[in-house]
């Protein structure tokens, strides 16, 4: 496939599954009224991160740029860790971007905020242009509109948790009074109340990295980015933090990018999914989309183990009315996940109707939620 077909299809597939996450998102702006489309929170286009030398040559050059991942290695002694990605994150969406180690998605959410410098393409941060920032701009974008939560806390281990907190804060200027009032706001957001005055190693591995989502929390910032941020935690701390991510959004709506090579987390936290592959967007959509029509195996196999009855709804199940078939049964909506619809559907005689502003769209039968349920 060249170059110019893999851009035009991830463009395509990008703008297609954003559109309805730009839709709700504009429908809970009342702000935007009729003014138009809503414009992402993070627009990425034809990006490129290639380590090795003369890495610049490569997004330039059609020959290198279709080399496999060997082949360029072996031909360049180079890695394209980040290769020609486009996508869209709609302001307030949570959007995972996962992959199995060594797929590119930490270098790709490093390269959002310049950590490391891309090779090629246009990075947007609600319409800034983030690789035309000069150093000045650029250490202003990352103090006060964008934040990020790393896998490995970082707390100053002679500092209080209210002085981690208030760190970035200090470090841009903020009166010691106004960084304190801050950092004892999002400290009561995350939990930690009465933890003030502690010392990290005093903590929990969870309650640590409640200081470091606070961290990136103070400075109000309009974009988060976590990088595997539960990766370290025990099973029942990561679940508890996961949950807390969840309140977080929906109490303060911020845009969250959220790396992980976990797909239950990814289910569970995304609003939409990137996956990722020797640094090439594989597939994007929501939970249902990858679960009931992956782009290929390697999708597959990544959702295989996954309970479908958890993720799909009843729209990826109903199937046409039968000419002369009985509609005197329920109605359910076909955003419904499947789980939740079995035992009205077993229970019922004749087939649930999947009905959405009036209109039948299809209906589910035993047959279909079993098909499911069985796996």
């Avoid at 969250?256 to 569970?268: N, P, Q, R, Y």
Wanted: aromatic share 4%.
């Amino acid at each position: 496939m060249t170059t110019m077909t893999r851009q035009t299809q991830q463009e395509s597939t990008a703008t297609e599954s954003l559109t309805g996450t730009l839709k709700d998102s504009q429908d809970n702006q009342d702000s935007q009224g009729s003014q138009g489309a809503v414009q992402p929170a993070i627009s990425v286009r034809n990006l490129w991160k290639v380590f090795g030398p003369n890495a610049e040559n490569v997004p330039g050059t059609p020959e290198l740029a279709a080399l496999s991942p060997r082949e360029l290695m072996d031909q360049e002694s180079c890695v394209a860790a980040v290769r020609d990605l486009s996508f869209d994150v709609a302001p307030g969406e949570v959007f995972v971007i996962m992959g199995l180690s060594g797929s590119g998605k930490s270098t790709l959410v490093r390269c959002l905020t310049r950590l490391i410098e891309p090779t090629n393409g246009e990075i947007f941060l609600q319409g800034e242009d983030v690789l035309a920032a000069n150093e000045k701009a650029l250490r202003d974008l990352r103090r006060r509109k964008i934040s990020m939560v790393f896998q490995h806390f970082g707390l100053l281990p002679h500092r209080q948790v209210i002085d981690n907190v208030a760190y970035g804060l200090e470090i841009r200027g903020d009166s010691k009074a106004e960084r304190t009032r801050r950092a004892r706001e999002v400290i009561d957001l995350v939990g930690l109340s009465g933890n003030e005055h502690s010392y990290p190693d005093q903590l929990s591995g969870g309650m640590q990295q409640r200081v470091g989502l606070a961290r990136a929390l103070a400075g109000k910032p309009e974009v988060l980015l976590f990088d595997e941020p539960f990766s370290a935690l025990d099973p029942l701390i990561r679940l508890d933090m996961q949950n807390e991510i969840i309140r977080l959004h929906k109490e303060l709506g911020k845009t969250m990018v959220f790396i992980t090579h976990d797909l239950s987390e990814a289910l569970k936290l995304g609003d939409r999914i990137l996956i990722m592959r020797d640094g090439e967007m594989v597939q994007i959509g929501t939970g249902p989309e990858l679960i009931g029509a992956p782009a290929d195996n390697y999708v597959r196999d990544f959702v295989k183990e996954i309970p479908f009855s958890g993720v799909l709804t009843l729209r990826w199940i109903m199937r046409p009315a039968k000419p002369g078939e009985l509609l005197d049964g329920p109605e359910l909506g076909p955003d419904v996940v499947v789980h939740e619809a079995v035992r009205l559907v077993l229970e019922s005689d004749h087939s649930v109707k999947i009905v959405e502003n009036g209109v039948l769209l299809g209906v589910v039968g035993n047959h279909e939620i079993l098909r499911v349920v069985a796996g």
